[in-house]
């Protein structure tokens, strides 16, 4: 049984940095895609970054140059550490993940949240200006 705990969010002023960890467990995929998402109140869930086995990033064109997505595959966790944060920023963040047959090339990997069939309950992020 998949699952991924999400740690590290909190209240921040524009311009400081979080970073969001995602412990994941129970996850036998050898190539697979991992993700950050956000769902802020009265909004869609949107895909802020993915990263795939291979190391292959997929960034949201608002975050780009500010958040890094990483994994440590020793300790089985996914990091999102977010920098200059903004108050646009604020949302509920959620890890997810995909496994992938292990035949699969992956160029990027999709920032659709359907497209992730494991989640993790989630960490609030709030960033006042």
């Known amino acids: 049984q998949v699952q991924l705990v999400e740690s590290g969010g909190g209240s921040v002023q524009s311009g400081g940095s979080l970073r969001l960890s995602c412990a994941a467990s129970?996850?036998?995929?050898?190539?697979?895609?991992m993700g950050w998402f956000r769902q802020a109140p009265g909004k869609e869930r949107e895909g802020v970054a993915t990263?795939?086995?291979?190391?292959?990033?997929n960034y949201a064109d608002s975050v780009k140059g500010r958040f890094t997505i990483s994994q440590d595959n020793a300790k089985n966790t996914l990091y999102l550490q977010m920098n200059s944060l903004k108050p646009e920023d604020t949302a509920m963040y959620y890890c997810?993940?995909?496994?992938?047959?292990?035949?699969?090339?992956?160029?990027?990997?999709?920032?659709?949240?359907?497209?992730?069939?494991?989640w993790g309950q989630g960490t609030q992020v709030t960033v006042s200006s």
């Open positions: 129970g996850y036998t995929y050898s190539t697979y895609c």
């Open positions: 997810a993940a995909e496994g992938l047959p292990s035949h699969t090339i992956v160029v990027a990997c999709s920032r659709r949240a359907y497209e992730y069939n494991y």
């Open positions: 990263i795939s086995s291979d190391g292959i990033t």
